[in-house]
């Protein structure tokens, strides 16, 4: 038995010691395996247990190390686990990685403050009942379809109509699956769904494996991924990554998929084939194929993107342009993988996210051109102090980022402006950057977040830029 005038003893029933802080009277804990609430500050550093509902929550309790849940009974009902008042910091990003293995507790990196959208994107909703572990995902292009044949239908919204594909509860509303499939994927009641079951072999069940793999929290999964593996399955719908632009009128432009939970699931693009301007110079490429943004890494996503990049006599992949710090994800990674310069604007680097290693870092007010290539760089703050747009003039489009796009508004419906919710600089700013592109040369617009816009002409460039402006100054 504990003794309470003990401030550190031993664990109930993992061997470790107990902590409590000074500012709270000593408690006894309940016994081994009952199912009684445990009080929340018995913590444990050395237990033998080391359960995974108490390492999940060890980054709430600084300076402290783990919370002990110990006992079989607990274990077996977390639903038991009630606290009068939660602990300040626990967040649903701190119970997400619950079913990885952890070190001991070390303090969290601090990491700088750039808006909303930054602090959701580590956010993942609360695992409900069963573990995580014993929930199969089949989310990564690269798993064989024998290493996740079944997937239990625990956290299944009840949105999804009946079929083998669904997304789980964990889906955060990012919008990618209903972009990349919309035949098979829309929204309800917050959280996208499955609205449609698609035949496989289709063109639309391939479109629906896509966003299956882009899904930046693995939330589209299937109750048997061996149904569709007579079609290739997930296997055979990696190796259309990435997916070429050609519906939008953007030959040679393609969207890479496999998005990142750190940039909430923003898309980014790879154009391979650009013309560089080199004006007839021997010493100049006659082209120059570049990325935009960074997807998640993905060794099978880089084997595609050179094998793309090689059957077109294009040069290799040579610029990662970073438009702000949201969406930089895995670029160390890419940068090694590729080889690729990266491009960003000084007051987007971060230490935390590495980003001083780019090898391009612009300082001032621009525009700016960088060598071998023609693509117009122009500064574009107010989403972040920072961001970027990046302008091919000779395919006609218009990277954006997080700047402007095709965003919902409150009526349902969709129409080009901003993220008002999620600017981290100057909203004010922003209007007058986004007014400024519309003498830019540019007819389509892929952005980070939010849908492709597409202007009908130069005349339907300024008339939606000059609406989206208006649009924008009534949200003030």
């Known amino acids: 038995m504990l003794e309470s005038r003990s401030r550190t003893n031993r664990c109930c029933a993992g061997g470790g010691l107990l902590h409590q802080p000074r500012h709270q009277p000593p408690t006894l804990p309940p016994a081994r395996g009952t199912t009684t609430s445990f009080h929340p500050y018995h913590l444990h550093t050395l237990g033998r247990y080391n359960c995974r509902y108490s390492r999940r929550l060890s980054p709430s309790f600084p300076p402290l190390t783990s919370v002990c849940f110990c006992g079989p009974s607990v274990m077996a009902s977390p639903s038991a686990l009630a606290f009068a008042v939660p602990p300040i910091g626990l967040t649903p990003a701190v119970l997400s990685g619950a079913s990885r293995p952890l070190p001991l507790y070390t303090r969290p990196a601090v990491r700088p403050v750039s808006s909303l959208l930054r602090s959701l994107r580590r956010a993942a909703p609360l695992w409900r009942g069963a573990p995580p572990s014993h929930t199969t995902m089949v989310a990564a292009g690269e798993s064989s379809p024998a290493a996740a044949t079944t997937a239990p239908t625990r956290g299944r919204l009840s949105t999804n109509v009946e079929g083998n594909l669904y997304v789980h509860e964990s889906c955060i509303n990012c919008d990618v699956c209903r972009a990349m499939a919309p035949a098979t994927f829309d929204a309800a009641q917050g959280q996208s769904r499955v609205h449609t079951q698609p035949t496989v072999g289709t063109d639309d069940h391939t479109a629906a494996l896509r966003a299956l793999i882009s899904c930046p929290t693995g939330s589209i999964r299937m109750e048997d991924s061996a149904a569709g593996s007579a079609a290739g399955g997930v296997r055979a719908a990696s190796a259309t990554l990435p997916e070429?632009?050609?519906?939008?009128?953007?030959?040679?432009?393609?969207?890479?998929?496999?998005?990142?939970?750190?940039?909430?699931?923003?898309?980014?693009?790879?154009?391979?084939?650009?013309?560089?301007?080199?004006?007839?110079?021997?010493?100049?490429?006659?082209?120059?194929?570049?990325?935009?943004?960074?997807?998640?890494?993905?060794?099978?996503?880089?084997?595609?993107?050179?094998?793309?990049?090689?059957?077109?006599?294009?040069?290799?992949?040579?610029?990662?342009?970073?438009?702000?710090?949201?969406?930089?994800?895995?670029?160390?990674?890419?940068?090694?993988?590729?080889?690729?310069?990266?491009?960003?604007?000084?007051?987007?680097?971060?230490?935390?996210?590495?980003?001083?290693?780019?090898?391009?870092?612009?300082?001032?007010?621009?525009?700016?051109?960088?060598?071998?290539?023609?693509?117009?760089?122009?500064?574009?703050?107010?989403?972040?102090?920072?961001?970027?747009?990046?302008?091919?003039?000779?395919?006609?489009?218009?990277?954006?980022?997080?700047?402007?796009?095709?965003?919902?508004?409150?009526?349902?419906?969709?129409?080009?402006?901003?993220?008002?919710?999620?600017?981290?600089?100057?909203?004010?700013?922003?209007?007058?950057?986004?007014?400024?592109?519309?003498?830019?040369p540019w007819t389509l617009l892929l952005p980070g977040h939010g849908r492709m816009w597409a202007a009908e002409g130069a005349a339907g460039r300024v008339r939606g830029v000059a609406e989206a402006v208006e649009r924008m100054k009534a949200q003030r």
């Open 244 to 440: 070429e632009l050609t519906a939008v009128g953007a030959p040679g432009v393609f969207r890479n998929g496999y998005t990142s939970p750190h940039s909430f699931g923003a898309t980014s693009y790879t154009v391979v084939g650009s013309p560089a301007g080199g004006g007839g110079d021997a010493a100049e490429p006659a082209s120059v194929s570049y990325m935009v943004d960074s997807p998640r890494f993905s060794p099978v996503l880089a084997k595609n993107l050179r094998r793309l990049v090689a059957s077109t006599g294009a040069p290799p992949l040579t610029y990662m342009f970073l438009t702000h710090k949201d969406d930089v994800s895995d670029h160390a990674r890419w940068a090694e993988a590729l080889g690729v310069r990266r491009v960003i604007h000084e007051t987007e680097v971060t230490a935390s996210q590495g980003t001083a290693a780019c090898e391009e870092i612009l300082s001032g007010e621009g525009p700016w051109t960088l060598p071998g290539c023609d693509i117009k760089v122009i500064w574009t703050p107010g989403h972040t102090r920072g961001s970027l747009c990046f302008l091919d003039s000779a395919k006609g489009v218009l990277f954006s980022g997080d700047h402007l796009a095709l965003a919902a508004t409150t009526d349902g419906g969709r129409a080009l402006g901003g993220f008002r919710r999620y600017t981290g600089h100057s909203w004010e700013v922003q209007i007058e950057s986004v007014a400024a592109l519309a003498s830019e």
